[in-house]
């Protein structure tokens, strides 16, 4: 009797930071027969039958697909961290009274300090910087819906004010809201 091994497991994965990856790699493992009990941007738990599929051949479906799959434990943190604030700031309601650096600290436990020295050295770029991006990408966002007001936005997304939201917008985007207002489709990426 061929008796089933099941083995469940999470990976870290890179290169997984929107809703799409997190489908695509889910279709791919569950088509080879790999349980996906979630997915989660940067992260994947899976049940499977050893017996079936090696974990080094889910590793090379990831890794075929464009995805890489991330061991070393402090890069894991690093991809979870940056996939924390794509969350944070793209698909939950941002809530503008909670400070960024306040949830990353409790969601990792760690200062954020170490937080953002890990982040820079992973990314070139400061953990502030990459947050700040990431909140003008979903105001361009937001602006492009044409559902708010600017103030309403700046509100949202944590600006002291209209004026400072403006003021970032441009020196982030090279462009003036107003004039990103005129032609969103030429401005999104």
């Given amino acids: 009797m061929n008796v089933s091994e099941k083995i469940t497991t999470s990976i870290t994965v890179g290169n997984m930071l929107c809703e799409c990856c997190t489908r695509l790699l889910t ?6 027969g ?29 890794e075929k697909n ?3 799959v991330i061991k070393e ?13 794509i969350e944070l700031v793209h698909y939950t309601t941002y809530n503008a009274m ?4 306040d949830f990353l600290v409790e969601k990792f436990n760690k200062s954020y300090q170490y937080l953002s020295a890990l982040f820079s050295k992973y990314e070139g770029e400061t953990l502030e910087k990459f947050i700040i991006r990431q909140k003008i990408e979903r105001v361009k966002i937001l602006l492009s819906e044409g559902d708010l007001t600017l103030s309403e936005i700046a509100y949202m997304m944590g600006y002291s004010s209209v004026q400072y939201l403006s003021t970032q917008f441009k020196n982030i985007t090279g ?3 107003t004039r990103f207002k005129k032609e969103p489709g030429k401005y999104l990426k």
Avoid: C, H, M, P
């Fill in 175 to 177: 462009v003036t809201v």
């Fill in 27 to 32: 279709l791919l493992l569950e088509k080879e």
């Fill in 73 to 85: 434990k402090e890069e894991q943190l690093f991809v979870r961290l940056k996939a924390a604030v």
């Fill in 66 to 68: 464009g995805f890489t």
């Fill in 98 to 101: 909670v400070r960024n650096s």
């Fill in 34 to 62: 790999v349980e996906v009990i979630k997915a989660n941007r940067g992260e994947v738990k899976i049940s499977y039958d050893s017996k079936k599929i090696s974990i080094e051949a889910i590793e090379s479906i990831i």
